[in-house]
């Protein structure tokens, strides 16, 4: 069978018009534009993270627009980018948000050849009500990230086109009422007409069949993308320490938008009791404190005194994949998956089932 046609599609390959059901997820303060256009050239679809929230607004924009300027330039195929939705106390939309939301919109209208391939936006955490519209006449396909069947129910009434379903067994920004995928997914297949994609503990072509058999219409990796050959914007450490990772060794602790993944380290254990480590007491400070620490076990790999995020699945996953040869073969996993299910069980005609 060639790996190169494309074993399952369905309306959302065909809305975002990629190969595979597969995506590579933001993976924000992080640089992910070398691993994004990967995930795309492979047939997945790869997503350009945002680089953080410095006191420069501006100057976090610009950073930005160079991430996808690269990505652009890397891959012919559609491309995603990643803006989370902060806001504050009153539940204003923070800052960063609007002017991220906003570069995004202006680098597609100044130049067509970002405008062709970066197609999709995928917001998380807050609420992106006011940009749904703004988003929708930029010609995007506009994908929400919600940890409840409510947000979802919501997201997809204000017209979003997609609803990720995020499990707390995911890496990174996890979703505040802490419900995990196997219980979230069905609830909001059910409850939603549009797209929905499973974010949280997928790694694998089983995990695929799986998200479809409970009614999603793909996966969305963050860990499974980290440890790859194609992530050579990440120290080769924090790649060894998920790689090195026991049941166990992950926990959730307090993040920037709410609880976060990552695994059990001094940074931590700071976070998960507030009267050790050096993490400061002032909100402000906290936060810009969480996003260095994060940043700096991604460049300089100090695993055991930074933020090291990632998904419970990484106690699953030993090795590294070529994103190349693994996005195509997790699509064909998971048909063969489901073919080999249908043949390998007795499945009653429904006839005779209900007699
Ligand atoms: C290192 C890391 C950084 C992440 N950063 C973001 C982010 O900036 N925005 C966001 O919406 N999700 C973020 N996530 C969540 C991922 O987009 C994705 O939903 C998650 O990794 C899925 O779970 P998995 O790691 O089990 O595949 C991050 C995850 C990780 C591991």
């Given amino acids: 069978m060639s790996n190169t046609a494309a074993p399952i599609s369905n309306r959302w390959t065909r809305l975002v018009g990629v190969q595979h059901p597969i995506v590579q997820e933001g993976l924000g303060p992080f640089r992910t534009p070398r691993l994004a256009a990967a995930v795309s050239n492979a047939g997945g679809l790869g997503t350009v993270s945002m680089p ?145 994609l499973l974010t949280g503990g997928a790694r694998d072509g089983r995990g695929l069949a799986a998200a479809l058999a409970m009614g999603a219409d793909g996966v969305a990796m963050g860990t499974r993308f980290i440890t790859s050959t194609a992530n050579s914007d990440w120290h080769p450490a924090y790649i060894q320490a998920l790689l090195d990772a026991k049941e166990g060794d992950d926990v959730a602790f307090d993040g920037v938008y709410g609880p976060c993944r990552g695994l059990r380290n001094a940074a931590s254990e700071a976070l998960l009791d507030h009267t050790s480590g050096d993490a400061p007491m002032d909100p402000v400070a906290l936060v810009r404190w969480k996003i260095e620490s994060m940043q700096r076990a991604q460049t300089t790999g100090d695993t055991a005194n930074s933020i090291v995020m990632t998904g419970q699945v990484a106690s699953a996953i030993n090795d590294l994949v070529d994103v190349a040869e693994f996005v195509p073969r997790m699509a064909h996993e998971a048909a063969d998956v489901l073919r080999n299910l249908v043949s390998s069980i007795t499945v009653a005609e429904p006839a005779l089932a209900r007699a």
């Fill in 52 to 196: 953080g929230m410095p006191e420069d607004i501006e100057s976090g924009a610009r950073t930005f627009r160079e991430h996808i300027e690269e990505c652009a330039s890397l891959t012919e195929r559609p491309f995603a980018v990643n803006i989370p939705v902060g806001v504050d106390a009153a539940g204003k939309v923070l800052p960063f948000t609007d002017s991220y939301i906003r570069m995004v919109l202006e680098a597609r209208r100044s130049d067509s050849e970002i405008a062709r391939r970066l197609t999709v936006i995928t917001t998380s955490a807050g609420f992106p009500g006011e940009y749904v519209a703004m988003i929708k006449d930029a010609g995007m396909i506009h994908q929400h990230k919600v940890g409840t069947t409510r947000q979802a129910i919501k997201a997809a009434e204000a017209g979003v086109d997609v609803v990720l379903a995020a499990g707390f067994e995911m890496g990174g920004h996890a979703p505040a009422a802490k419900v995990h995928t196997y219980v979230l997914v069905p609830s909001v297949t059910e409850a939603v007409d549009v797209p929905v």
